[in-house]
């Protein structure tokens, strides 16, 4: 069992920088992979980026590749969502998800994560 509490967001101009934070609870953290994922009002939830349990490997949507980053602290259980260069496109309710087991083709499949944080607001002004 995996609990996840997301924290870090907030209101920011455009071209502003957030660090998101996703808290993990449970010591066998290192296995599991970790999404990050957003859902923007009257839009379908949609992937992010993605990070593995080592922390070697990431994947990133076309739309944040190049001004977001992910990363991990296994020793502190937390990944980051690191966003620079922020637009108002990228309002939306973040959330992080964990799975174990997740192969790469499927990062970015939620059905691949069976662990889901509440969520935290970011909103980005123009």
Avoid: H
Wanted: net charge positive; with cysteine; aromatic share 12%.
């Amino acid at each position: 069992q995996v609990q996840l509490v997301e924290s870090g967001g907030g209101l920011v101009q455009t071209g502003g920088s957030l660090r998101l934070s996703c808290a993990a609870s449970g010591r066998t953290f290192s296995n599991y992979v970790v999404g990050w994922f957003r859902q923007a009002p009257g839009k379908e939830r949609e992937s992010v980026a993605a990070v593995t349990g080592s922390g070697t490997n990431t994947r990133y949507a076309d739309s944040v590749r190049g001004r977001f980053t992910i990363s991990r602290d296994n020793a502190k259980n937390t990944v980051y969502l690191q966003m620079d260069s922020l637009e108002p496109d990228d309002t939306a309710v973040y959330y992080c998800a964990a799975g174990i087991g997740v192969v790469p083709w499927a990062l970015f499949r939620q059905t691949s994560y069976s662990y889901w944080g509440q969520g935290t607001q970011v909103t980005v002004s123009s």
